[in-house]
């Protein structure tokens, strides 16, 4: 069964690319970005429409964006930069600027590459590698007041505390309707699948944010008169499988269908472009400093560093969410020349066994012909979990 409002975004989503060249040729300026420390907040309090730009599973794109990039960047790297190389992407084609963070130098790359190949006007903002620094929370908070004083330039507008306020509650209520979404996919019986989930918090990329909330909130209603509470249990022979590890975008369903195909069922993700840019967000106040102390101070991203294992904020929420959705086994997905996530990929593995949680590495690329690969060592790591699941032992 497919829930109204699910299939209200779809439509929505569907008609965007004309909504958004309708409202570009009103008037209205469109930021297209990518990155995962950069705050949407900022681009919408200075009425800018913020779309993040970016999809995934087209090895087509991935060897156009290869003749201008690296063949040895990650392969959504690669195709980013295909995607401009084609010029045909809606929500390329229909922004004006483009802003990107430095949190992962991939992303920075790409940014140099698409502003000298396709003479676009690009924004960066610069990250700090030890964010935990004092000095981490001034360098950032100037890098927002730059990108903000060329958003203001570029808009005419000029952002004031009331805007900044008021696009901060929007996200906070986006951020909040997630998350409450989210628990109703890992409940025992549940209407609505972690993939749907998945493709609800994608089309917010692109979706009106008014609208986009206002549909969260209409799903989240549906949700709660359907089942109640989200109580979120398990049963005793399932292959419950949490997926970590590098980016999966619009358009990549590959893994998630091969899981879904062999009997494994998705229950979480700390993925930068699932759930874990929702969780642990704190802006205090209406400030370019409490933004920039907000986002330094949530889940860190993988490319980011860490003092030691114990501390770092990547585990530790890892771990949690793990016991919260109640996953037993671990899918760790990383994109082939992902080096922040593939070099962790090792040690994240050591600290689940402490738990008794396995985990599965899967080194991928968007190409069919390592599909076959990839489904052989699923069938076998759900085959175990379900085993150990029903038995207790592994197999």
Not at 307 to 321: H, P, W
């Amino acid at each position: 069964m497919t829930l109204k409002t699910v299939e209200v975004i779809a439509q929505r989503l569907a008609a965007r690319p004309a909504e958004l060249a309708a409202a570009r040729a009103a008037g209205a300026k469109v930021v297209g970005f990518q990155g995962y420390t950069l705050p949407e907040e900022l681009i919408f309090a200075l009425d800018l429409v913020p779309i993040r730009i970016g999809l995934g599973g087209s090895e087509a794109l991935v060897e156009l964006g290869g003749r201008y990039i690296s063949t040895k960047n990650c392969v959504y790297v690669r195709e980013t930069v295909g995607l401009f190389a084609e010029g045909t992407d809606p929500y390329i084609t229909n922004s004006d600027v483009y802003a990107f963070d430095a949190t992962c130098l991939q992303t920075f790359r790409t940014a140099e590459v698409i502003q000298y190949y396709f003479k676009k006007e690009v924004y960066i903002i610069g990250v700090p590698r030890n964010f935990y620094l004092d000095e981490a929370q001034t360098y950032f908070t100037e890098e927002l007041r730059n990108f903000v004083s060329r958003l203001e330039a570029f808009s005419g507008n000029k952002l004031t505390t009331e805007k900044l306020a008021e696009s901060i509650a929007l996200y906070n209520d986006i951020r909040d309707e997630i998350v409450a979404i989210y628990d109703y996919q890992a409940t025992l019986h549940p209407v609505i699948s972690w993939e749907e989930v998945f493709d609800v918090i994608q089309a917010g990329y692109v979706l009106d944010r008014r609208e986009y909330r206002d549909l969260l909130r209409a799903l989240h209603g549906e949700l709660v008169a359907a089942v109640g509470p989200a109580v979120i249990a398990k049963h005793d022979d399932e292959a419950r499988i949490f997926i970590s590890g590098s980016v999966i975008p619009p358009g990549d369903k590959k893994l998630i269908h091969i899981i879904d195909q062999l009997g494994g069922r998705v229950v979480g993700d700390d993925l930068w472009s699932g759930l874990i840019p929702y969780v642990e967000v704190d802006i205090k106040e209406p400030t370019l400093e409490a933004v920039a102390w907000g986002y330094l101070h949530r889940t860190p991203h993988g490319a980011l560093p860490y003092l030691d294992l114990e501390t770092d904020g990547r585990i530790r929420r890892l771990k949690s969410l793990i016991k919260v959705f109640k996953a037993n086994g671990v899918i760790y997905h990383t994109l082939r020349y992902c080096d922040p996530y593939t070099f962790k990929a090792k040690e994240t593995k050591d600290i689940l066994e402490t738990l008794g949680i396995p985990l599965l590495e899967l080194h991928t690329e968007y190409a069919g012909s390592d599909i076959e690969a990839i489904r052989t060592r699923v069938e076998a790591f759900v085959e175990m979990i379900k085993l150990k699941a029903e038995t207790g032992v592994a197999a």
